[in-house]
C-alpha cells in the first residue's frame, strides 16, 4: 500500500487548508487511516484518525472543531479539512493506515503499518 500526500503550503493565520492522502489500492474496508504532524524539535503527534469501515473519527484536543477529516471513497483518497490555522499547526502532515489499528491505539503513530511522505503546512502569524 503506497499514501501519497498533498495539500501542504504557507497560510496566514485564520485560514484554511485542505490536505489530501491518495491510496494506491482499495483495500480500505478494514483499515484506520490517520494524519500525524512533527514541528521542528518536538515529538510526532496525533492529529486525526478515521475508521474507512465505519467512518468513526478521533481528534486531538488541538484541533477539535477546526479540523475534519473525511474519505472521498470514489478518489480512494482521505481528506483533513483544516480551519482556522493557527501558527502552532505549523508542521510536517503525515498520512497513516493499518489494518492492525483498533479503536484504543488509533491515536498511536506506532499502530500504522503504512506512511506516506509528509506535507509542509506553514501559518503565518
Known amino acids: 500500500v503506497q499514501l501519497q500526500a498533498s495539500g501542504g503550503g504557507l497560510v496566514q493565520a485564520g485560514g484554511s487548508l485542505s490536505l489530501s492522502c491518495a491510496a494506491s489500492?482499495?483495500?480500505?474496508?478494514?483499515?484506520?487511516m490517520a494524519w500525524f504532524r512533527q514541528a521542528p524539535g518536538q515529538e510526532r503527534e496525533f492529529v486525526a484518525s478515521?475508521?474507512?469501515?465505519?467512518?468513526?473519527?478521533l481528534y486531538a484536543d488541538s484541533v477539535k472543531g477546526r479540523f475534519a477529516i473525511s474519505r472521498d471513497s470514489a478518489k480512494n483518497t482521505l481528506v483533513l479539512q483544516m480551519n482556522s490555522l493557527k501558527p502552532e499547526d505549523t508542521a510536517v502532515y503525515s498520512c497513516?493506515?493499518?489494518?492492525?489499528?483498533?479503536?484504543?491505539?488509533?491515536?498511536?503513530?506506532?499502530?500504522?503499518?503504512?506512511w506516506g511522505q509528509g506535507t509542509q503546512v506553514t501559518v503565518s502569524s
Open positions: 489500492e482499495r483495500t480500505f474496508g478494514r483499515f484506520f
Open positions: 497513516a493506515a493499518g489494518r492492525s489499528v483498533i479503536q484504543s491505539t488509533r491515536a498511536s503513530a506506532s499502530a500504522y503499518t503504512y
Open positions: 478515521f475508521n474507512w469501515s465505519g467512518g468513526s473519527t
